[in-house]
Structures are given as C-alpha cells and as structure tokens.
C-alpha cells in the first residue's frame, strides 16, 4: 500500500522559513516525479513545484511556480523517498494546506498525480 506523509506544517510569522518533508512507501519513487501543490481557503488546489525523478535526460529537473520561484526550493532524497520543499520569505498569501504528490499522470503541474498525502496546514501570520 502506497502512503506519502508530509510533516506537520505549522504557524509562522511573515517573512519566515519553513521546510516541509513528505516519506514515501510502499513503493520505490526514484524514478517518478515529484510535486507539491497548496489548496488556500476557498481557492482550488494549485501547482507550486516539482522535481524529476532519477532517470531520463531531465532527471532532477526541478520546476516552479512562477510566483513561487526564488522563494521555494524542492529537493529531494530518492534513498529516503522523501521530497522537501523549503519556503523563504513566507507572505500570508502562503496559508494554505500543502499536499505532496507523486506519479503524475499527465504535466508535473497538472494536478493529475497518482499518490496524494494528506496535506499539512501552513499558517503565515502577520
């Protein structure tokens, strides 16, 4: 049974840091992308960035939203199966739940991905 776990996200202050984790099991996920999208209140699930998996030409290619870029960096551990994202300079624009992603079906940005975790709250106060 495939399961991905991100870590608990949390309450933090504007302008900020967080690093969220998401474990992966119940399957080897080097070779497959991963991604983290964000769901804010009220607002549809949207793309944030990805990273591709340990193989093909682009392997490790990492991608962004461009709203997100220079502010979020992805990365990843294909010996742990876990993706991180690390979010700078945190805007209260960022609450939202945050949900790892794995095995997209179509564009890593499309939110088309086979394993979903449960998402984790991020709270950007003020």
């Known amino acids: 049974q495939v399961q991905m776990v991100e870590s608990r996200g949390g309450l933090v202050q504007a302008g900020g840091s967080l690093r969220l984790s998401c474990a992966a099991s119940?399957?080897?996920?080097?070779?497959?992308?991963m991604g983290w999208f964000r769901q804010a209140p009220g607002k549809e699930r949207e793309f944030v960035a990805a990273?591709?998996?340990?193989?093909?030409?682009?392997?490790?290619?990492?991608y962004y939203a461009d709203s997100e870029k220079g502010r979020f960096t992805i990365s990843r551990d294909n010996a742990k199966n876990a993706v991180y994202l690390q979010k700078n300079s945190l805007k209260r624009k960022d609450t939202a739940v945050y949900y790892c992603?794995?095995?997209?079906?179509?564009?890593?940005?499309?939110?088309?991905?086979?394993?979903w975790g449960q998402g984790t709250q991020v709270t950007v106060s003020s």
């Open positions: 992603a794995t095995d997209p079906v179509g564009s890593y940005c499309s939110d088309e991905y086979n394993y």
């Open positions: 119940g399957r080897t996920f080097s070779i497959y992308t």
């Open positions: 990273m591709r998996g340990a193989i093909g030409w682009n392997a490790g290619t990492t």
